[in-house]
């Protein structure tokens, strides 16, 4: 058994300790890469000798992104601890099924979470609490060059993060995320994207999201490249800092480069220094990618998921008009096929569902055997995504997980919403559909049969979701119907579903 750790950051901290490797925006504080590493090395120790956590063991972070979170991520991978980050916008309820999946042996929570953090059942179980502003002596540990010994040798399998996403059932499962998998990815990403070490970005997607660790954190760790953290997306911040600090890589949704080409100082702010920007989450329209090529700024879209990679597309920039809408091609170390409903491999322009084999596919589900096997077939992953190839062999995604929705950039899955209204006594059936919205890009939308003789309202429906479902999973409308349309198969048929609302939006 070889030692195959991804501790990147002790190795960067040998090779190159006094280059620059992490600022933190808020407190504006810096670090080189050996400096980073003594504070990693001394909060390892404590997490390994002082609280005596164990490899395998889990310890769940609820806190908005900050330099000790990295800090303690970077200590857990030394040490075989597996992190799991929790989505800060989610409700008590909703946390506490989280939490008792994962059974933490430390639970970390930023101090503005703490009225939140006390209505959660399952933290009453965890042995160790922890507020996370507790770690920042560690981060003036910069000098502190205590020894730090592996607990054992590491293999490529062993995990380091659990990922909670929210299944098509409406049921969140825990993506492991390995050792492999970030090494595969961080090649798949720099051989895609050209990372240097000369590379420097902002990194403000959240940790409890994919894309906040593994677009371009952790292929930017690999690769001895540098970052500033924030604590979330500010424009106006944003754009300053990349003319600041000069940065080569920019990574967003649509939405997020929209509302950067949306400011009044776009246009004279000095951005020569970015090769590009990678998209994801959605198709970028032609309208922003002409503004921001005429900035200079090539866009790179691309397609991933937390269960594989999650770098898995990437469309070449010389492509990004000609084939608009394509996520463009796997990445190198990346097997597709689009397979139908037959179980055979599509034709070109044929729709079916994505398969992919590569080492970046989650080994699975944390503790669901079941749903793993269901998800593989012979290593190839069925992402539940409908996409096509055209003749030149680009990709292109048709629809996102039959019914999914994406609201302001965070997937919604109606399943969920649908399963929570199913608690209100008054409610008979339920169907939810994402509706288009100006504002988030999508919204939710709930068709809602009353039991006999109930009465309710659109506002007492919405209102029964308030602290239940976090904010963006709230349907923002609600349509009472004698009862909801149905396939022949008797499913709920939600294509006509949207239809009502069309009809109803043209007439209103």
């Known amino acids: 058994m070889h030692n ?24 504006d504080i810096k670090w080189s890469f050996k400096e980073f590493n003594n504070c990693t090395n001394a909060l390892a120790n404590y997490v390994k000798d002082d609280l005596k956590i164990g490899i395998g063991e889990r310890i769940a972070v609820y806190s908005k992104n900050r330099a000790e979170y990295v800090m303690l991520y970077l200590a857990c991978i030394k040490i075989g601890v597996i992190l799991v980050p929790l989505n800060f916008r989610l409700t008590p309820r909703e946390l506490d099924t989280l939490i008792s999946d994962a059974e933490p042996k430390m639970f970390i929570y930023e101090k503005d979470y703490e009225e939140q953090a006390n209505k959660i059942n399952a933290v009453k179980n965890i042995p160790i609490k922890h507020t996370i502003e507790k770690l920042e002596r560690f981060l003036g540990m910069r000098n502190n060059d205590e020894n730090f010994i592996s607990p054992r040798l590491f293999t490529e399998n062993d995990v380091t993060m659990i990922l909670y996403t929210a299944g098509t059932t409406g049921l969140s499962k825990g993506v492991m995320i390995t050792n492999k998998m970030l090494y595969w990815n961080a090649i798949n990403t720099c051989l895609r994207l050209d990372i240097t070490s000369n590379d420097h970005t902002q990194s403000y997607a959240p940790f409890f999201h994919t894309g906040g660790w593994n677009v371009l954190f952790t292929p930017f760790l690999l690769h001895g490249a540098s970052h500033t953290l924030l604590q979330s997306f500010d424009p106006k911040t944003i754009l300053e800092l ?67 990679g999650p770098n898995c597309f990437s469309l070449h920039q010389d492509h990004a008009i000609a084939k608009i809408g394509s996520i463009g091609f796997p990445n190198f170390y990346i ?15 044929e729709v079916g569902e994505l398969w992919m ?57 109606p399943a969920e ?25 999508e919204v939710g939308k709930a068709f809602v049969v009353l039991m006999p003789d109930e009465k309710s309202t659109e506002e007492e429906i919405i209102h029964f979701c308030k602290g239940n479902l976090a904010k963006y ?27 009502i609302h069309k009809t109803q939006t043209t007439n209103s």
């Open 242 to 308: 990349m003319e600041k600090e000069k940065t080569t890589l920019l990574f967003g949704v649509p939405t997020m480069l929209q509302m950067l080409s949306d400011l009044p100082n776009f246009e004279e702010t000095d951005l020569s220094s970015c090769r590009f920007a990678i998209v994801g989450g959605a198709a970028m329209p032609i309208p922003l990618i002409n503004i921001w090529h005429k900035k200079g700024i090539v866009i790179r879209q691309g397609y991933g998921l937390t269960e594989v």
């Open 473 to 499: 999973k709230i349907p923002k409308y609600v349509q009472i119907l004698d009862e909801i349309p149905k396939t022949d198969a008797g499913k709920i048929n939600k294509l006509k579903l949207t239809e």
């Open 335 to 349: 097997e597709a096929k689009i397979m139908n409903e037959e179980g055979n491999e599509c034709n070109a322009n």
């Open 417 to 441: 919403i649908e399963k929570y209204l199913y608690t209100n006594s008054k409610i008979k059936e339920v169907a939810v559909i994402g509706v288009p919205d100006s504002k988030w890009g």
């Open 4 to 27: 195959f750790q991804t501790d990147w950051l002790g190795k960067w901290a040998y090779y190159t300790p006094e280059k620059f490797f992490l600022r933190e925006h808020n407190r």
């Open 357 to 413: 084999r590569s080492p970046v596919v989650t080994p699975g589900y944390w503790k669901k055997v079941e749903e793993t096997e269901k998800a593989l077939t012979d290593g190839y992953f069925h992402t539940g995504d409908l996409v096509k190839k055209d003749e030149d062999g680009f990709y292109y995604v048709v629809d996102r997980k039959k019914n999914m929705f994406i609201s302001g950039g965070e997937n919604v899955y």
